[in-house]
T-cell receptor, first 112, second 114 residues
Framework: KAGVTQTPRYLIKTRGQQVTLSCSPI?????VSWYQQTPGQGLQFLFE???????NKGNFPGRFSGRQFSNSRSEMNVSTLELGDSALYLC???????????FGSGTRLTVV | KQEVTQIPAALSVPEGENLVLNCSFT??????LQWFRQDPGKGLTSLLL?????REQTSGRLNASLDKSSGRSTLYIAASQPGDSATYLC?????????????FGKGITLSVRP
C-alpha cells in the first residue's frame, strides 16, 4: 500500500511570506501528526489531528496552524515566515494508536 | 514532562561488529516505544515498535528491548554492515492528553566502516 505522501518535497520562501504543506496519510489511517526537525532542536511535535479534530498541540507560536479534511489528508500552514522556521517538516500517520507511526519523506523548507 | 536521552551522539564501528544503542526516558508511564532510522535528508523509517506490556521485539538482525521500570530501551544490531550507517532515533509515546505524542531523543549517528 502507498505510504505517507508529503508535498512539496522542497520549498524556498522569503521572510514574511506564508506557506502551506500537505500530507496524505496511509489509506485507513485517521491520525496525522506533524513534526519539525532542525539540527539544533531535533524533532519537535507540532500538532496531531484525528478525525478532523486537533487532538494534541505542541509548544509552537500561533503562526503554525493545521487542519485535517474528511479524507484524513492534512495541511500545515506557517504564516509570517521567519528564518528560524527553516527545517524539515515531517508528517506521520497512524491508526489505531497501538500500531505506531509511519512517517513521510518530509518537506524541506528554506526561508531566506 | 517526558525527556528522552540517547548517548553517545555518534558512534563509529568496524563492519561485522555487534552493537547496542541505548535510549533512556524519564517518565515510565509510556504507551509504546518506537525505534526509527533516518538517512541523511530523508524521512524516518520505523524499525521496531514495542508496546508497554512487551519486553522485546525482533526483526532480522535487529532486537529492541524495553525496561519500563528503569526507563531504558536498547536496540541491538547484529553483524553490522556499512548499509546500517544512519541516524537511529528512539521515541516514546504517552497515554493521553499532552503526552499522547511521540517524544524523540536526539538520535545516535552510526557509521559502520568497511
Amino acid at each position: 500500500k502507498a505510504g505517507v505522501t508529503q508535498t512539496p518535497r522542497y520549498l524556498i520562501k522569503t521572510r514574511g511570506q506564508q506557506v502551506t504543506l500537505s500530507c496524505s496519510p496511509i489509506s485507513g489511517h485517521r491520525s496525522v501528526s506533524w513534526y519539525q526537525q532542525t539540527p539544533g532542536q531535533g524533532l519537535q511535535f507540532l500538532f496531531e489531528y484525528f478525525s478532523e479534530t486537533q487532538r494534541n498541540k505542541g509548544n509552537f507560536p500561533g503562526r503554525f496552524s493545521g487542519r485535517q479534511f474528511s479524507n484524513s489528508r492534512s495541511e500545515m500552514n506557517v504564516s509570517t515566515l521567519e528564518l528560524g522556521d527553516s527545517a524539515l517538516y515531517l508528517c506521520a500517520s497512524s491508526f489505531p494508536d497501538s500500531y505506531g507511526y509511519t512517517f513521510g519523506s518530509g518537506t524541506r523548507l528554506t526561508v531566506v | 514532562k517526558q525527556e528522552v536521552t540517547q548517548i553517545p551522539a555518534a558512534l563509529s564501528v568496524p563492519e561485522g561488529e555487534n552493537l547496542v544503542l541505548n535510549c533512556s526516558f524519564t517518565d515510565s508511564a509510556i504507551y509504546n516505544l518506537q525505534w526509527f532510522r533516518q538517512d541523511p535528508g530523508k524521512g524516518l523509517t520505523s524499525l521496531l515498535l514495542i508496546q508497554s506490556s512487551q519486553r522485546e521485539q525482533t526483526s532480522g538482525r535487529l532486537n529492541a528491548s524495553l525496561d519500563k521500570s528503569s526507563g531504558r530501551s536498547t536496540l541491538y544490531i547484529a553483524a553490522s554492515q556499512p548499509g546500517d550507517s544512519a541516524t537511529y532515533l528512539c521515541a516514546v509515546r504517552g497515554y493521553t492528553g499532552a503526552n499522547s505524542k511521540l517524544t524523540f531523543g536526539k538520535g545516535i549517528t552510526l557509521s559502520v566502516r568497511p
